[in-house]
């Protein structure tokens, strides 16, 4: 992260340089650097911490314009005129963005180019209102009451005190539970949702609180322009440049937008002003030339290349070695008794076209029990883990799930299972692979824990107790295998669930992380939680599963103790093979 020293030495820099050197031309350059940090900032709350690409952003900066100036024809300050512009993009914000929000990658962008069109059009053909292709000049009323000057320095106030209330306002989301919630949900939509978070929600929660801001900004560069009109207004040139920004700065960083605009504005402006009509549209390729370089040279933007800077030299100080993981270990004399029922599955039926890939499934799970599935490839176990934790719908039958309170519930969404304490690791981890360890771990603590030290607190003592303690700083990305399925089943169980799904948890892993994983499943047995685990390694599942069901083509085709289990010849023919029971004895 940027050190809070060289950030106020670049913001000291934006009001003191012009303030200094007194000229109207690098005045306007600062304001206009102010104004584009701002709506790049804004629009990254979205575009990177969200993820939603969007090249519609001039929608609301447009909205902000036209609102703060046909109020202030009306005789309203356009201080009011502000706020009413971000109450319409708001409005248009969510009501253009859910429908969006299925489509992703390149149909969203192109979605909010073509509402982008839309508002253009709109301004177009409102004539009366927005005075259509001839535009909206601003009554010429000076003072602060209009937000209208002859003097630069309190438009530079201005556009510096939105920049940094847009800076604020981002670094409290992304430092907050909403931030980790974006960021989870732009990595993996799906472990976002197993998690808990209202994937959906919080991206509206996003893009309402960037459309407010970039209208702000709207209204008071209208007020700065003294001139509007739709082509410059709902641009689509407009909302590139705010994303170019901050893809040159680093995307999703907080302060990555205000970089980009940093060296960016100063390089074009000064072209646009020294060339002038000869080289019209230069800074667009001035964009241009910049932004490949950034891709082939710094692909995670300027403030890719500061962290790697300040990384390196932190860990130069760090000694590597192998450091141990510290899974608890258990005693199995310690397990407290298996209790009453606390899951109920019943009759469940799925159809994938013709294919009937869970026929008649039922079970029950009992508190403090570990229930192995089992079956070969194909036999509907994944399928039927989808639908006891609310990521699809069976075509019949029920999931029933005792809640905290004693009371049987049908929960029907991941959110609503991961509400009443049900919690899933998936079969192809599904880390948050630009998040670290603590951070993965804490999107999981912050379903009970809202604060964030609580969360990170809970987040610390379960990663030591998954035995990733030493990796707590460092990116999901760079994990092993075998610490990605720890990370996992670290990242549910700071949920605090009761009932935990594993999926395939030891599959792939070397003998030592499954004996890991082994006392790891005991430990966590031995606090009380019910757990219902898919596994091949049939090592893992003789020593842990209290009963074991095997599944095959869809269909239950054995229940009941372990032991018991392997020996059914059911069981051999279409699952274990006679070399299993060689081996046994
Ligand atoms: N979304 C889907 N659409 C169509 N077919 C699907 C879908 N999901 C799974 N299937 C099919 O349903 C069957 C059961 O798949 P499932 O993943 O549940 O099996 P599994 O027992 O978990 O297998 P594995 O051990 O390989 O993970 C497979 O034939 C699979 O191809």
């Not at 322009?225 to 705010?242: D, G, H, K, Y």
């Not at 999703?252 to 009509?277: D, H, K, Q, Y």
């Not at 890719?304 to 030299?313: A, D, E, P, Y």
């Not at 295998?481 to 999926?503: F, S, T």
Request: net charge neutral; charged share 15%; aromatic share 8%.
């Amino acid at each position: 992260m940027l050190k809070a020293i060289p950030l106020a030495v670049i913001l000291a820099s934006l009001l003191l340089i012009p303030v200094m050197v007194g000229n109207q031309f690098v005045y306007h350059i600062f304001i206009t650097i102010c104004i584009f940090a701002a709506l790049s900032t804004a629009w990254n709350i979205v575009g990177g911490f969200a993820g939603q690409l969007s090249l519609g952003h001039a929608i609301f900066y447009g909205i902000g314009a036209y609102t703060g100036v046909i109020l202030m024809n009306m005789g309203i300050s356009p201080w009011i005129g502000m706020f009413a512009g971000a109450a319409i993009a708001v409005v248009a914000a969510v009501i253009i963005s859910y429908p969006c929000f299925r489509l992703h990658g390149p149909f969203f962008a192109l979605a909010t180019i073509a509402f982008l069109e839309v508002f253009r059009v709109l301004a177009l053909h409102w004539r009366e209102l927005t005075g259509g292709a001839t535009g909206l000049m601003i009554p010429l009323q000076i003072g602060w009451e209009w937000m209208v000057f002859r003097d630069r320095l309190p438009q530079l106030l201005i556009a510096f005190g939105l920049l940094l209330l847009t800076l604020a306002i981002a670094w409290w989301i992304r430092s907050h539970r909403m931030g980790f919630y974006l960021v989870a949900t732009r990595e993996r939509e799906s472990a976002a949702l197993a998690a808990g978070v209202g994937t959906v929600r919080v991206r509206l929660a996003a893009v309402a609180v960037s459309a407010a801001l970039t209208a702000f900004v709207g209204t008071f560069h209208a007020m700065y322009l003294t001139f509007i009109e739709p082509a410059a207004m709902f641009s689509l040139q407009m909302s590139i440049q705010i994303a170019m920004f901050a893809l040159i700065g680093g995307l999703g960083t907080v302060f990555g937008p205000l970089l980009g605009a940093v060296l960016l504005v100063p390089i074009s402006e000064l072209a646009r002003g020294w060339l002038g009509a000869h080289a019209l549209g230069l800074h667009g390729f001035v964009y241009g030339v910049v932004l490949m370089l950034v891709v082939l040279f710094m692909p995670n933007g300027l403030m890719g290349l500061i962290s790697r800077f300040t990384k390196q030299r932190r860990e130069r100080g760090v000694s590597a070695g192998t450091i141990a993981a510290s899974a608890a270990t258990s005693d199995a004399s310690q397990r407290a008794p298996i209790g009453s029922d606390v899951m109920r599955v019943e009759h469940l039926q799925k159809h994938f076209g013709g294919l009937h890939v869970t026929n008649d499934v039922g079970f029950t799970l009992r508190e403090g029990e570990i229930l192995g599935l089992i079956g070969p490839n194909g036999a509907g176990k994944t399928t039927v883990f989808n639908m006891i934790s609310g990521f699809l719908k069976p075509d019949s039958g029920s999931v029933t799930v005792r809640a905290a309170d004693g009371s049987w519930q049908s929960p029907a969404t991941p959110g609503d299972f991961a509400t009443i304490g049900v919690g899933r690791t998936f079969q192809i981890v599904q880390p948050f692979a630009a998040m670290t360890v603590e951070e993965n771990i804490m999107v999981g603590a912050f379903h009970r824990y809202s604060d964030v030290e609580e969360a990170r607190e809970v987040a610390r003592e379960t990663a030591e107790r998954m035995g990733l303690g030493p990796w707590l700083h460092a990116e999901a990305r760079g994990l092993t295998i075998g610490g990605l399925k720890r990370l996992e089943v670290a990242r549910v169980m700071a949920m605090k669930p009761r009932i935990l799904l594993l999926d395939e948890v030891m599959a792939g892993i070397n003998q030592t992380d499954v004996r890991r994983a082994i006392d790891l499943m005991k430990s966590i047995r031995e606090s009380g939680v019910s757990i219902v685990a898919i596994e091949h390694v049939m090592q893992a599942v003789m020593s842990l599963s209290d009963r074991v069901i095997v599944l095959n083509s869809g269909k239950i085709i054995a229940e009941g103790e372990p032991r018991e289990v392997v020996k059914d010849p059911v069981v051999v023919e279409a699952y274990l093979g006679k070399e299993f029971i060689d081996a046994q004895a």
